[in-house]
């Protein structure tokens, strides 16, 4: 059921378009999550606290070249596993 509100004494229904559909794509050292218009990147190096070297890079521009011909993904969130960095940068 929408959720609803009411503008002076007019009720007006809050219709959303969400797909259920997953992916998650893996590669060595991202990985790339699609869900509905949310797009995820994700640095997965966390031994290296997420450190960027030349095949992430290269992996990092797969991903947004995925992107790119997506035409559902709206939003793109960048994240980095582990607990102690979200990336110490380029080595």
Do not use: C, W
Not at 8 to 30: C, Y
Not at 34 to 49: C, F, K, Q, S, V
Request: glycine residues 6%; aromatic residues 6%; hydrophobic residues 45%.
């Amino acid at each position: 059921m929408p959720a609803s509100f009411s503008v002076n004494g007019r009720i007006f229904a809050l219709l959303t378009r969400m797909s259920k559909e997953k992916e998650l794509i893996s590669m060595e050292n991202i990985d790339l999550q699609l869900e509905g218009h949310t797009a995820i990147i994700t640095l997965n190096r966390p031994d290296a606290l997420n450190a960027f070297n030349y095949e992430t890079l290269g992996e990092l521009q797969q991903a947004v070249e995925k992107l790119r011909s997506n035409r559902e993904a709206r939003v793109v969130i960048f994240t980095g596993a582990g607990e102690k960095a979200f990336s110490v940068g380029l080595i």
